[in-house]
């Protein structure tokens, strides 16, 4: 199975502040990378995919890329909305992984 | 907007099954791949299993496969998953979640139910 690893695994940062989160895959998962969005209580929200194509109605803030097996999610100028628990996903090989998850936090 | 309801979460024992449904309206559920998803209490997320448009392909988490089935009626738009034999492990919330691709092409999720709960214990 492809393990996927993220990094920090938490963070504190302050409104406005440019936020980068890495997640790395174990092996070559070409752009089959999506990136999710989760509030405590609730459901997770889908923000990416294919590695950097947003999912409709997600804020231009958020945007995604890649380089080889390792993948980023920048939020350019963090919001109050965006403190929450970020996690990235291939879907290259069955079974599809997730990595363990970032939290930002208010600083 | 896509809507998709969970419902048939509750206690269970051990060794037990359960069936859990998945409503889905305001799109053409026939078109596209669905998912579960699963979130332990206090834990990550992780990918149960996934059927497609047509029903025809599944493929499952190695964790569940075997004691798993995901299942789907396209005439009534719904989406079940059949666990059996259930482990205390097993204990978590399912999420019912569609994939953003049509007709068997796979781009990842896209829209998510509100999730179920299912806890089993003795």
């Known amino acids: 199975d492809i393990q996927m690893t993220q990094s920090p695994s938490s963070l504190s940062a302050s409104v406005g502040d440019r936020v980068i989160i890495t997640c790395r895959a174990s092996q070559g998962i070409s752009n089959y990378l999506a990136w999710f969005q989760q509030k405590p209580g609730k459901a997770p929200r889908s923000l990416i995919y294919a590695a950097s194509t947003l999912h409709s109605g997600v804020p231009s803030r958020f945007s995604g890329s890649e380089s080889g097996t390792d993948f980023t999610l920048t939020i350019s100028s963090l919001q109050p909305e965006d403190f929450a628990t970020y996690y990235c996903?291939?879907?290259?090989?069955?079974?599809?992984?997730f990595g363990p998850g970032t939290t930002v936090h208010m600083k | 907007q896509v809507q998709l309801v969970e419902s048939g979460g509750g206690v269970v024992q051990p060794g037990r099954s359960l069936r859990l449904s998945c409503a889905a309206s305001?799109?053409?559920?026939?078109?596209?791949?669905m998912h579960w998803v699963r979130q332990a209490p206090g834990k990550g997320l992780e990918w149960v299993a996934v059927?497609?448009?047509?029903?025809?392909?599944?493929h499952y988490a190695d964790s569940v496969k075997g004691r798993f089935t995901i299942s789907r009626d396209n005439s009534k738009s719904t989406l079940d998953l059949q666990m059996n034999s259930l482990r205390v492990e097993d204990t978590a919330v399912y999420y019912c979640?569609?994939?953003?691709?049509?007709?068997?092409?796979?781009?990842?999720?896209?829209?998510w139910g509100q999730g179920t709960l299912v806890s089993v214990s003795s």
């Open positions: 059927l497609s448009y047509d029903g025809i392909i599944e």
């Open positions: 305001r799109f053409t559920f026939s078109l596209y791949s």
């Open positions: 979640a569609r994939d953003v691709g049509v007709r068997g092409v796979i781009l990842g999720i896209d829209n």
């Open positions: 996903q291939q879907y290259n090989n069955y079974p599809f992984t």
